[in-house]
């Protein structure tokens, strides 16, 4: 009853039987064994938070708060965010100083549990990735309850312009600069794509940083620096790398890549790139030879362990995927592809369940131009999926309001949109405060062609006679190893969909902004706005589903278990049967499959 009536606003403590500990890291990338250049030389550290099982008897005589420190900057930068003028920025940061005292769902700082020696291999990992708005503590609902079951959460901080704001601390521990919000309208033009394409450069670059990172720490090979500790605490609790050695499951196909919108499009893009970093068109000979705009979003090296790491086997969590970032011109090539699970060796009556799974909310599927280009993305041959899937929503009785391009997911969706349509519906993912004259050139874009890229506000393979060089349609020749999933799997194919294949699931009731830590953060105000009910039961519903993906791929993960009492876990009842969320036999009514096509 007083929780409820306090003013602060707090999050739910994870449902798992372990308890859970986080410490931020930041590094400098100095210490990064990498040959990959940085994409931004403003980027000198790679920032993230981990979650992770700790001791049952861990204590913790400090809490760690879940808005970042400088906490008044970050008012500030999520005021901005949503639109507000500096002026407004600096009041908005007094009324919420509430903030200040919520603290992330985990015990700051205390150590790692041990793997047990009888285990034969150690934690499994998922790396999640924020999307517009969001950062490395926005998400500490679902990161936490997947560390209470027994699995190393790892959350980075991208500095592609997608926070709010990212500060950069040098070796003293001092702030030494900052990297602000980065505000681009959400129609696809190329320009807009090739603005995202930048941006996800750096969050490709970073995810590579931090595996390898992730495989320095599990080897204990190598010490690392932690700029986000005082320099005399660097060698003691979670910061000592040693703490680290041999207590991950970094084996090929083991790591799961998770993410939210711009986070869930970043691993697709992260994964495919990966996977098929042999069958990249080559550039010679083009008029884009020497534009880097059109060079891969990111190539591994040779001698990468990430090639060993992306396998058809690797567990894939999409919340919320945001796909129009996947259909820029200069990575035509890879949207073309499907996932990597397409290749899984599978035998006849094979049981083997999906490793790849998609979450939508009520928010997203209601808008066809959202729903249809993630359907696709998960498909065995996304471009004609797409195309087939745009032709039946043309037949709408609505073909306006479907085919509107709305703005799309921030962890903030709570803002009207102020564009010249007056036909948007919802905001997904907040893009507040985008200048009246972009919006007015990314509008446009007409109707019948807003769900591809424009080929008019700049010049690209796509205006001439020639085919683009990024299209799988040119004579560039494949290295890949095995046959493209996409002609194992033809497009008449696709509703007899193997049950291994990627699935999708609706959460009726529920908001885009439900699978972040906002929805909890702020239950009215998102129930207001967007009708959401129930967050706590929506990010448990997400956090089960993730559950069941790594468990079905044979990682070692506590089961959730259902009770007869308790909708979320039996912790304090008699656990019954395993969790069967994603199964034909789920009962649960807040958890229905969404065909990937009609």
């Known amino acids: 009853m007083i929780s409820s009536l306090s003013p602060i606003p707090s999050l739910p403590e994870p449902f798992g039987p372990h ?164 505000r681009y309208p959400h129609t696809p033009t190329q320009e807009v794509l090739t603005s995202r394409n930048a941006q996800l450069r750096i969050r490709l670059w970073e995810l590579e940083q931090l595996f390898t990172v992730l495989s320095s720490l599990d080897s204990g090979e190598r010490r690392f620096s932690n700029y986000a500790t005082a320099p005399g605490d660097r060698s003691s609790g979670p ?116 490793n790849v799974v998609a979450i939508v909310t009520a928010e997203f599927h209601k808008h066809p131009e959202l729903l249809n280009r993630m359907r696709a993305a998960l498909s065995p041959n996304p471009a004609e999926a797409l195309s087939m899937l745009e032709n039946q929503s043309s037949t709408s009785p609505d073909p306006r309001q479907e085919r509107e391009e709305l703005t799309e997911t921030t962890a903030f969706s709570t803002a009207s949109y102020t564009g010249p349509s007056e036909n948007n519906a919802a905001v997904v993912e907040v893009q507040p405060g985008v200048n009246s004259n972009a919006n007015s050139k990314s509008n446009s874009v007409s109707p019948d062609t807003s769900s591809v890229p424009s080929r008019i506000s700049s010049p690209n393979p796509g205006t001439s006679d020639n085919p683009s060089p990024a299209s799988s349609t040119t004579s560039v020749s494949s290295t890949s190893s095995s046959p493209s999933a996409s002609d194992q799997n033809p497009i008449s194919n696709q509703n007899s969909a193997h049950p291994s294949h990627p699935k999708l699931f609706l959460i009726p009731s529920s908001a885009h902004l439900s699978q972040s830590d906002f929805g909890l953060l702020f239950p009215r105000l998102v129930r207001y706005v967007t009708k959401a009910e129930d967050p706590e039961e929506i990010i448990a519903l997400n956090v089960r589903a993730v559950l069941s993906v790594m468990r079905g791929v044979g990682l070692d993960v506590e089961p959730f278990k259902r009770s007869r009492d308790s909708k979320i876990a039996g912790k304090e009842n008699t656990p019954v049967d395993e969790d069967d969320i994603l199964t034909e036999r789920c009962q649960e009514k807040r958890v229905i499959p969404v065909p990937l096509l009609d």
């Open 19 to 182: 308890k859970v500990g986080t410490a931020e890291w930041e590094i400098p990338i100095s210490e990064i064994p990498s040959p990959s250049p940085v994409p931004d030389p403003q980027i000198s550290t790679i920032k993230f938070r981990v979650f992770y099982p700790t001791l049952p008897t861990a204590t913790s005589k400090i809490s760690a708060p879940w808005l970042p420190q400088p906490q008044r900057a970050w008012s500030e930068a999520y005021a901005s965010f949503l639109g507000a003028s500096p002026r407004l920025s600096s009041i908005f940061a007094r009324f919420t100083f509430f903030l200040n005292y919520t603290s992330l769902p985990a015990i700051a700082d205390v150590p790692l549990q041990p793997r047990d020696r009888d285990q034969s291999s150690g934690y499994p990992v998922v790396i999640f990735s924020h999307g517009l708005g969001g950062n490395f503590n926005a998400y500490s609902a679902v990161c936490a309850s997947l560390a209470s079951f027994g699995i190393v959460c790892v959350a980075p901080e991208h500095r592609d312009g997608s926070a709010p704001v990212s500060f950069i601390r040098s070796a003293d521990g001092n702030i030494a600069s900052s990297i602000d919000y980065r």
């Open 239 to 354: 910061s000592d790398s040693q703490s680290w050695k041999d207590q991950l499951d970094l084996r090929p196909g083991r790591i799961t890549w998770a993410g939210h919108s711009f986070g869930a499009c970043t691993m697709v893009q992260f994964v495919k790139s990966v996977y098929y970093h042999q069958s990249a068109p080559s550039l010679a000979g083009t008029p884009y030879e020497n534009d880097f705009d059109w060079r891969p979003l990111y190539k591994p090296a040779a001698n990468s362990d990430l090639l060993h790491q992306i396998t058809p086997e690797s567990p894939i969590a999409l919340l919320d995927l945001w796909a129009m970032p996947l259909r820029a011109e200069q990575t035509s090539w890879l949207w073309e592809k499907p996932l990597p699970c397409y290749d899984r060796d599978l035998k006849d009556n094979d049981k083997t369940t999906p």
